[in-house]
């Protein structure tokens, strides 16, 4: 297909930003979402920094390109280093577009078969181990597990407190890098809470550590922040630094390079999980598109889009709500 024209939006919502990209080839438009920080904080990427990255390298890149496969967009951009959401959020609408000029769907072009999913839930730090009780007593029955966020000060007593109150509810916790491996006597006791996996406990580029770690309990470590490309989930497989993966298109480069390391993990029988950010409906289908595939059995990170600002729809409202738009 050839790309005519992209079109770019930087969405300030609520609680998030959000960058949207839409891809047009004959009569029909493709959407992707990057939805990351107004700060480079979570990570090294921010809304405004992959709002200029799109607009000033990578939309002209791809511009009126004929692009047939998800591999020749990649290529097409794989000369700037790093910006993985930004090629991410034009991956995805790669994929949307060529779904809608076959008349079917992302899940089909990918291999996917399943239709529903089961999802997971997170929960973040909140003012009081209350306030994060009644949200659990929200969220049990709405999802098949609950992903709990561990931090300094939000860390052992809480899950504690968790684990006495709902014995049989499916638990997880999200670390995202924030301990180290000297707090190793503290990580070991966490198998004493029956939990589906520890997310990314140590620093994204320590995969040693988590091998040393995951070599010493018996809860599945799951990389998630870690899992940046094909090399390094190689990598953590040959090491044996966790027992689990989750698959980010927005930290790998989009559906493309999602699905190959989709196939890597696969062959070494790894649990798959999918998981990622979004603020609108657009970034949400791309994960449960991903979702879709057979072997993504642990629970998505596909959460009901619910609160002022999340609703958007994907129309001429957009060109009003934008702080920035590019059209290149």
Request: glycine share 6%; aromatic share 6%.
């Amino acid at each position: 297909m050839l790309i005519e024209a992209i079109e770019l939006f930087h969405l300030r919502l609520p609680t998030v930003d959000s960058v949207l990209v839409r891809l047009e080839s004959r009569d029909q438009s493709g959407w992707g979402e990057a939805c990351v920080g107004r700060e480079p904080v979570a990570s090294a990427e921010w809304a405004g920094g992959v709002f200029a990255c799109l607009r000033d390298f990578v939309a002209p890149a791809v511009r009126g390109q004929v692009v047939l496969t998800g591999d020749q967009l990649q290529a097409l951009v794989a000369r700037f280093q790093g910006q993985a959401a930004a090629k991410s959020a034009i991956d995805c609408a790669w994929w949307d577009l060529n779904a809608k000029l076959h008349a079917t769907t992302v899940a089909a072009l990918l291999g996917g078969t399943r239709v529903t999913h089961e999802t997971a839930v997170t929960l973040d730090v909140m003012p009081t181990i209350d306030d994060l009780l009644r949200a659990i007593d929200e969220q049990q029955q709405r999802h098949a597990m609950i992903l709990l966020k561990f931090r300094p000060g939000w860390d052992e007593q809480m899950l504690r407190v968790v684990r006495q109150m709902y014995p049989a509810v499916p638990l997880a916790i999200d670390c995202d890098g924030c301990c180290r491996i000297g707090q190793r006597e503290l990580l070991y006791r966490l198998d004493d809470f029956m939990l589906r996996w520890i997310e990314q406990p140590l620093p994204a580029d320590d995969l040693v550590a988590h091998a040393m770690l995951q070599e010493n309990i018996r809860t599945p470590i799951c990389l998630h922040q870690s899992i940046t490309s094909l090399d390094r989930v190689e990598q953590a497989i040959d090491l044996g630094s966790c027992r689990a993966v989750k698959i980010d298109p927005a930290l790998v480069g989009g559906l493309t390079p999602a699905r190959a390391l989709y196939d890597c993990c696969r062959v070494s029988k790894l649990p798959l999980a999918v998981g990622g950010k979004y603020a609108t409906e657009t970034g949400r289908s791309a994960l449960a598109a991903l979702a879709a595939l057979e072997d993504f059995s642990l629970p998505a990170d596909l959460q009901d889009l619910t609160g002022p600002g999340q609703d958007l729809q994907i129309d001429h409202q957009l060109r009003d709500a934008a702080i920035e738009r590019a059209l290149i």
